[in-house]
């Protein structure tokens, strides 16, 4: 049975940082790309960041670029996403999602995690 599973999230103030991971069981994370996503309340979800299978390529949205890092540790089956200097805005729910083709990320990616509560209080 395949699970992504995030973890790291929590309350944080306005300018300080966190660290994303997911985590992955039942398939071989350095075979996949990896893309992490974020809900706010009452708002769609939102593409956030994406890297490749060999984390030489990656992708970052226009909101989170320049104070976010996504990298992978394909010995540990896991992803991070390091975000710096956060804003009330990034208050949301972070989503971690694989697929076998990078270019499918923002297009429907075959596997999910159930996503971690980021709250950055002003």
């Known amino acids: 049975q395949v699970q992504l599973v995030e973890s790291g999230g929590g309350l944080v103030q306005a300018g300080g940082s966190l660290r994303l991971s997911c985590a992955a069981s039942?398939?071989?994370?350095?075979?996949?790309?990896v893309g992490w996503f974020r809900q706010a309340p009452g708002k769609e979800r939102e593409f956030a960041a994406a890297?490749?299978?060999?984390?030489?390529?990656?992708d970052y949205a226009d909101s989170v670029k320049g104070r976010s890092t996504i990298s992978r540790d394909n010995a540990k089956n896991t992803v991070y996403l390091q975000m710096n200097s956060l804003k009330p805005e990034d208050t949301a729910v972070y989503y971690c999602?694989?697929?076998?083709?990078?270019?499918?990320?923002?297009?429907?990616?075959?596997?999910w995690g159930q996503g971690t509560q980021v709250t950055v209080s002003s």
């Open positions: 039942g398939l071989t994370l350095s075979d996949y790309a």
């Open positions: 999602a694989a697929d076998g083709f990078y270019s499918r990320l923002t297009r429907g990616p075959g596997y």
């Open positions: 890297i490749n299978w060999s984390g030489s390529s990656r």
